[in-house]
Structures are given as structure tokens and as C-alpha cells.
């Protein structure tokens, strides 16, 4: 459940919000018993100053080996169809099919040496988005209440944000595999307690008409709307709840219902969201697609004042079903080349040059990975019997992490792979250790403790080590 502001079932160009882990219209006795489990553990001590970080996920699994960690000596069944090209960094080569993103190297770090141990999608996205081994059986991909909450819902519950605006932001979408509604595990606040869901914004901003309705009605009909709306939403929400005073979950529920009508009344949330202000050539430059967009969206919000933007890779446009977003297991150089990298670079790009531009870059984070990489042979069969012998296969033992901004020292290469790209040999970077980097980031300290309702303890935000040396 949750709290949905816009009622369209059309994600065109219209938008839907949703704030937290509860349903704004027909709250039952049920719901609140079964959220009472979950209740709130009181206000937390902000510490964001200031910083903010975007978390770009790549659904699928990058081949890092054809991308950022390329072996040009190496047999042609490792090096593949791909040729290196030089960056505006010394000795720094990336693949040809990015020239955009070679031209702004000298701001991105690349750290080659990311490991975990799951092979399959669903629990090695769970394990990129919270930081913590998948704890589940690999067969069960679909978000549970007793999943490790994300680093996105720990910023919702420890991070700091401007007055009406919420910390921790994901756009356009849940990942969640093609043709299916569930989203995958380890994107919300899980066992610490699903009021802690950041806030999802569904939209395609890819359409030219896009819009969010609500924010971009003439003011004097939107106050209109909102008022008879919350007055409404107080009415029913009250015959729909039992009393209860100082009911923590009731009071959460309000809670969300108001920063649901702060936030549609917020000016620089509103202004953020309306890609109607942004001159044609910005939008442009970035590209008219949903992710190019997305990225858009997720300056705007970080220059309004959100530190957490997820933006999860748009997968249900186009798509192969043998191998839908980056999940190369067949055509891995044609889907790269004719579909991916034409989507991917210019969108990065701009989004790098643009934070620089405006004075962003040096307090924003921006990360980008997917759940793990490609295998270091063609053909090579590890864990998908789709994969053919023009495609890769999943491969999480070493992969590639892109990094820019925060107070990094761009144009570096941190970490190193083996001859043929296979295992870590040098600095190895594990899920933990990025979560904890991210969170030390925005202020937050990875050693703060958060209560696990599923086990009755209580546990540190992170258990990984702030990235060194990155500076």
C-alpha cells in the first residue's frame, strides 16, 4: 500500500506519487494491525548538510568487461567485438560506444573491483540496493516485509531534507522484471517498517507532453483541489480508522497524508517536477528518453533540496524478453551498441556536465552499478540456460562501479580485475562498503542503529567500510 496522490492509471505523461508505506483512502482495522508491527521509532537526529547523492541503477547487469574494464589483450572470446578508446584521461580507456562519457572521465571514478557472491537478479539487486547479503532463497525475487531495508528507505528514516520536502526520492519506477507488477526485494524500508518507503514518483518524463497533475494546474484551481481533497482524505480517514490515541501507525498515516499535500504545495518540489520550465536544448542534450529524463529529474530534485534521488533504469518500452535491459545473454554487442550505449552515454554525460555546470557536482554523489556483471567468456554458461553464444552471462565475483562528484578526485581508476576480468586482485568493494560510503555522504553515521522488527534487534545501518583513498 501507499499513499497515491494522482488516481491516473495511464502513466503516459501524467505521474503518480506515492509517500510511505500506507494508503491514503481505506485504511481498515486490518491494515492497522498489521502495520502496528512497524510503528516508528521517533524522530531521528538529522544530520544532512547539505550533500546529496543520486543512485543510478543499471536493471540487468552492465558487461563491464565491453564498458569500463575493457582487456584489449585478451583472446577474442574475452575481449569480444569491442574496441577501446582513449578519454580526456591519460591512460584511462573506456568502449567506443561511449565518446560522450570519455569526454567527461577527468569527473568519474571508475571502481573496478566491486564483489558479491549472487548470481541470480533479484537477490543480487536486493543486495546492491540495502548493502547486505541476500538472506533469502534465490528463487524468491518479490519485495517481503522481512527484506533488509534500502539505503534509500535508511535516508527516508535517518536523512535530513528542507521543510516539506521528503530525503529519499526513487524515479520512474520499482525495478521489477518485465511483465511483471511485483517489484524486486531490498527497495523499501522492509523489516525496519514499510512508513519508511521513500517516496516513489511513477512517471515516464520521456513523453513530450509529460506532466505531473496537481502541480501544474493554475495555482488558484490546485489550492482549490488540494483543500477540498485533504478535508475529504481527514473525513474519511477518520470513519475508516478505529480510535486510538496516540496510535503511532494512525499518527504515521496522518503523517504521510500531510507531507502528501506539503509536498504538492511545496513550490520547489512543484517547479522540480515540471520539465515544462526546462528550455528545449537542455532536454535535449540529455536525450528524449525515459532514463535521459529521469536523470533530468533527478538534478532538479537534488537542486531543490532532496538528498536522495534513486533513478532505476526504464525497461518496459522496448525490450527483448531473452534479454531485457542490460541482461545480455543474447545479441550482447548489438543490444549494447545499437540500443543501450545510444541511451546511456549522452544521458550520463549531460547529467555529469550539467551537475558541474551548476555548481552541484563537488556536494552530489552519483552512483552507478547494476547488480553485477557479465562473464568474462562469451557463451560462458553460469546461471542462465537462455544465454546463447553471442551473449554473457551473469557474473558477480568482479564488475565495474561508476562514481563521480561528492569531493572525489575524478579521472581515477580504484581497484583492478585479473587478465581477463574475472575476480578482484586489487582494493576489493563490496555492497556494504558502498552503502556505507553513500550514507556517510549525506551525514549519516553507517554506525547509527535502527530497530529490526522482523528479529527484535537492533541493528547498525551498515556494516561495509567507507571507501578510502577516493579523495
Given at each position: 500500500?501507499?499513499?497515491?496522490?494522482?488516481?491516473?492509471?495511464?502513466?503516459?505523461r501524467?505521474?503518480?506519487?506515492?509517500?510511505?508505506?500506507?494508503?491514503?483512502?481505506g485504511?481498515?482495522?486490518?491494515?492497522?494491525?498489521?502495520?502496528?508491527?512497524?510503528?516508528?521509532?521517533?524522530?531521528?537526529?538529522?544530520?544532512?548538510?547539505?550533500?546529496?547523492?543520486?543512485?543510478?541503477?543499471?536493471?540487468?547487469?552492465?558487461?563491464?568487461?565491453?564498458?569500463?574494464?575493457?582487456?584489449?589483450?585478451?583472446?577474442?572470446?574475452i575481449?569480444?567485438?569491442?574496441?577501446?578508446?582513449?578519454?580526456?584521461?591519460?591512460?584511462?580507456?573506456?568502449?567506443?560506444?561511449?565518446?560522450?562519457?570519455?569526454?567527461?572521465?577527468?569527473?568519474?571514478?571508475?571502481?573496478?573491483?566491486?564483489?558479491?557472491?549472487?548470481?541470480?537478479?533479484?537477490?543480487a539487486?536486493?543486495?546492491?540496493?540495502?548493502?547486505?547479503?541476500?538472506?533469502?532463497?534465490?528463487?524468491?525475487?518479490?519485495?517481503?516485509?522481512?527484506?533488509?531495508?534500502?539505503?534509500?528507505?535508511?535516508?527516508?528514516?535517518?536523512?535530513?531534507?528542507?521543510?516539506?520536502?521528503?530525503?529519499?526520492?526513487?524515479?520512474?519506477?520499482?525495478?521489477?522484471?518485465?511483465?511483471?507488477?511485483?517489484?524486486?526485494?531490498?527497495?523499501?524500508?522492509?523489516?525496519?517498517?514499510?512508513?519508511?518507503?521513500?517516496?516513489?514518483i511513477?512517471?515516464?518524463?520521456?513523453?513530450?507532453?509529460?506532466?505531473?497533475?496537481?502541480?501544474?494546474?493554475?495555482?488558484?484551481?490546485g489550492?482549490?483541489?488540494?483543500?477540498?481533497?485533504?478535508?475529504?482524505?481527514?473525513?474519511?480517514?477518520?470513519?475508516?480508522?478505529?480510535?486510538?490515541?496516540?496510535?503511532?501507525v494512525?499518527?504515521?498515516?496522518?503523517?504521510h497524508?500531510?507531507?502528501?499535500?506539503?509536498?504538492?504545495?511545496?513550490?520547489?518540489?512543484?517547479?522540480?517536477?515540471?520539465?515544462?520550465?526546462?528550455?528545449?536544448?537542455?532536454?535535449?542534450?540529455?536525450?528524449?528518453?525515459?532514463?535521459?529524463?529521469?536523470?533530468?529529474?533527478?538534478?532538479?530534485?537534488?537542486?531543490?533540496?532532496?538528498?536522495?534521488?534513486?533513478?532505476?533504469?526504464?525497461?518496459?518500452?522496448?525490450?527483448?524478453?531473452?534479454?531485457?535491459?542490460?541482461?545480455?545473454h543474447?545479441?550482447?554487442?548489438?543490444?549494447?551498441?545499437?540500443?543501450?550505449?545510444?541511451?546511456?552515454?549522452?544521458?550520463?554525460?549531460?547529467?555529469?556536465?550539467?551537475?558541474?555546470?551548476?555548481?552541484?557536482?563537488?556536494?552530489?554523489?552519483?552512483?552507478?552499478?547494476?547488480?553485477?556483471?557479465?562473464?568474462?567468456?562469451?557463451?560462458?554458461?553460469?546461471?542462465?540456460?537462455?544465454?546463447?553464444?553471442?551473449?554473457?552471462?551473469?557474473?558477480?565475483?568482479?564488475?565495474?562501479?561508476?562514481?563521480?562528484?561528492?569531493?572525489?578526485?575524478g579521472?581515477?581508476?580504484?581497484?583492478?580485475?585479473?587478465?581477463?576480468?574475472?575476480?578482484?586482485?586489487?582494493?576489493?568493494?563490496?555492497?556494504?562498503?558502498?552503502?556505507?560510503?553513500?550514507?556517510?555522504?549525506?551525514?549519516?553515521?553507517?554506525?547509527?542503529?535502527?530497530?529490526?522488527?522482523?528479529?527484535?534487534?537492533?541493528?547498525?545501518?551498515?556494516?561495509?567500510?567507507?571507501?578510502?583513498?577516493?579523495?
Amino acid at each position: 500500500m501507499s499513499v497515491s496522490l494522482f488516481s491516473s492509471r495511464r502513466l503516459g505523461r501524467r505521474a503518480l506519487l506515492h509517500i510511505g508505506g500506507l494508503s491514503m483512502l481505506g485504511l481498515n482495522a486490518w491494515d492497522l494491525t498489521r502495520l502496528r508491527a512497524h510503528s516508528p521509532e521517533g524522530s531521528p537526529a538529522a544530520r544532512h548538510q547539505g550533500n546529496a547523492c543520486v543512485f543510478i541503477f543499471l536493471f540487468g547487469g552492465p558487461s563491464h568487461i565491453d564498458l569500463w574494464d575493457m582487456k584489449p589483450e585478451a583472446p577474442a572470446e574475452i575481449r569480444g567485438e569491442f574496441k577501446p578508446i582513449d578519454t580526456v584521461v591519460p591512460g584511462m580507456q573506456i568502449c567506443e560506444h561511449l565518446p560522450r562519457l570519455a569526454r567527461v572521465m577527468d569527473r568519474l571514478v571508475l571502481v573496478r573491483s566491486m564483489t558479491h557472491r549472487m548470481p541470480v537478479h533479484g537477490p543480487a539487486c536486493s543486495e546492491m540496493y540495502t548493502g547486505r547479503e541476500y538472506f533469502g532463497p534465490p528463487t524468491t525475487d518479490e519485495a517481503l516485509p522481512e527484506d533488509w531495508p534500502s539505503v534509500a528507505a535508511l535516508v527516508a528514516r535517518f536523512g535530513a531534507s528542507a521543510e516539506g520536502l521528503p530525503p529519499s526520492v526513487v524515479l520512474p519506477l520499482y525495478s521489477h522484471f518485465v511483465g511483471q507488477s511485483r517489484r524486486i526485494a531490498g527497495q523499501t524500508g522492509g523489516r525496519m517498517g514499510e512508513q519508511y518507503n521513500p517516496v516513489l514518483i511513477e512517471c515516464d518524463p520521456g513523453q513530450p507532453d509529460f506532466s505531473v497533475p496537481g502541480l501544474t494546474v493554475l495555482p488558484d484551481v490546485g489550492a482549490e483541489r488540494l483543500a477540498r481533497r485533504r478535508a475529504l482524505a481527514k473525513e474519511l480517514g477518520h470513519a475508516a480508522r478505529p480510535a486510538a490515541p496516540g496510535d503511532a501507525v494512525a499518527q504515521t498515516y496522518a503523517g504521510h497524508a500531510e507531507m502528501a499535500y506539503t509536498m504538492l504545495q511545496h513550490k520547489a518540489f512543484a517547479s522540480a517536477l515540471d520539465l515544462r520550465q526546462v528550455p528545449r536544448h537542455v532536454r535535449e542534450r540529455y536525450g528524449q528518453t525515459t532514463f535521459g529524463q529521469s536523470l533530468l529529474l533527478a538534478r532538479r530534485l537534488v537542486e531543490a533540496g532532496i538528498p536522495l534521488v534513486t533513478v532505476n533504469y526504464d525497461h518496459e518500452s522496448k525490450y527483448d524478453k531473452r534479454s531485457p535491459m542490460w541482461d545480455t545473454h543474447h545479441d550482447n554487442f548489438g543490444k549494447l551498441k545499437e540500443t543501450l550505449c545510444p541511451v546511456f552515454d549522452p544521458a550520463m554525460a549531460a547529467f555529469i556536465e550539467d551537475l558541474d555546470e551548476r555548481g552541484l557536482l563537488p556536494t552530489t554523489l552519483v552512483v552507478a552499478t547494476g547488480e553485477f556483471g557479465r562473464t568474462p567468456r562469451i557463451g560462458q554458461f553460469t546461471q542462465n540456460a537462455m544465454t546463447l553464444s553471442t551473449g554473457r552471462d551473469h557474473w558477480p565475483y568482479a564488475f565495474t562501479v561508476l562514481l563521480a562528484g561528492g569531493g572525489l578526485r575524478g579521472g581515477q581508476v580504484y581497484g583492478q580485475t585479473n587478465a581477463v576480468g574475472g575476480h578482484v586482485v586489487d582494493r576489493p568493494v563490496t555492497p556494504a562498503d558502498l552503502a556505507a560510503t553513500m550514507l556517510h555522504h549525506l551525514g549519516i553515521d553507517p554506525r547509527l542503529e535502527y530497530h529490526d522488527h522482523f528479529q527484535n534487534v537492533r541493528r547498525p545501518l551498515s556494516e561495509g567500510r567507507v571507501i578510502a583513498g577516493l579523495s
